[in-house]
């Protein structure tokens, strides 16, 4: 449990914090090399941060799983190790480099897809809104409450629900 705590803090302070500032003065300063450094490091931290959720489901009971990845966190983040930089030249870019364009068209059929979906559920929940504010206003609150019809219903049917009414032409009192 300790272990864990103070992996969650280093990987906080050392793997996201100290980067996000530094990437912020990389920008500040339009320093190409610096910007192209810290573009790499976030890839792989990414990728880290994905492969995390899989390894400690899984992997996480394996003696000094927490001390092995906070070293790895802060070897990736070491100017001396260049450990990000490594790993991105190495095995991140020529990976995605040869699935680019299989990458892009997953991409772009999971936005058309998402589009859809979102735009079935919104029809779907104004279906459901739309029906519950229909059989609320025809249920009514009391004996004196007004009715409205709904397409389904006919006038006799809204007559005989009507408490104390009685068929006819309306009277004013």
Known sequence: MVSWMICRLVVLVF?????????????????????????????????????????????????????????????LLSPYTKGASLLYRKFVHPSLSRHEKEIDAYIVQAKERSYETVLSFGKRGLNIAASAAV???????????????????????????????????????
Request: a positive charge; charged letters at 20%.
């Open 15 to 75: 793997g996201m914090l100290c980067p996000a500032y530094a990437s912020y003065k990389a920008v500040k300063t339009k320093n190409i090399r610096e910007y192209v450094r810290w573009m790499m490091y976030w890839i792989v931290f990414a990728l880290f941060m994905a492969a995390e959720i899989v390894t400690d489901i899984f992997i996480s009971w394996f003696p000094f799983y927490y001390e092995i990845k906070m070293a790895f966190v802060l070897w």
């Open 135 to 173: 059989q609320a206003a025809t249920k009514g609150t009391g004996l004196g409450a007004c009715r409205t019809a709904t397409p389904r219903m006919s006038v006799g049917q809204i007559l005989r629900q009507s408490p104390g009414r009685e068929p006819g032409p309306e009277r004013s009192p």
